[in-house]
């Protein structure tokens, strides 16, 4: 059961609405909870169940190439995704104490390396989320390939209470 947060009038405040979870595409369980930490699973942008744009992160225009600012606000679908996770675990948003870490993949061109301002996006979004309480740890890395040719992939550790 779910219930409604100050934190969920704070995402409608800024315009967005937490998805249904996306259900896994593989063996695996979108979020687990272990002591006082959610730990999510690499999350996709999916929006209603599909992948809105696939590819490697370049700056160069071509096929199968996304570029940097798209990405960007992928990674800020994967982390509003994470947060439905978080949510469907937990309940109440306002149960968050912090946004410990996050994790972003991104598909990466051979040439690119502007991994942690694509990942900003998600970082952004935590923070415009909780506040201060979403400032955390990240890692943004590159890697040549994610799972159905996303370009972007966010996981989270967040802690509650």
């Known amino acids: 059961m779910t219930t409604s947060s100050s934190l969920d009038d704070r995402i409608a405040e800024l315009g967005l609405t937490l998805p249904e979870v996306a259900a896994p595409v593989a063996a695996y369980a979108p979020a687990v909870v272990s002591g006082k930490y959610v730990y999510t699973a690499g999350q996709l942008p999916f929006i209603d169940g599909a992948l809105p744009a696939t590819g490697v992160v370049s700056e160069t ?14 990674a800020a ?6 947060v439905a996770a978080v949510k469907a675990q937990i ?10 870490k996050v994790t972003g993949f991104v598909a990466s ?5 502007g991994q942690p301002g694509v990942i900003d996006g998600a970082s952004t979004l935590l923070g415009d989320i909780f506040g201060e309480a979403g ?14 040719n996303s370009p972007v992939e966010v996981e989270l550790i967040v802690e509650f209470s």
């Open 109 to 113: 061109a051979p040439d690119f390396y």
């Open 77 to 82: 679908r994967c982390a509003l995704n994470a």
């Open 91 to 100: 309940g109440d948003l306002d149960r968050v104490v912090r946004v410990v």
């Open 135 to 148: 400032r955390h740890a990240r890692s943004a890395v590159g890697v040549s390939v994610l799972p159905l």
């Open 61 to 74: 225009e071509g096929e199968n190439h996304v570029s940097p600012a798209r990405a960007q606000e992928l």
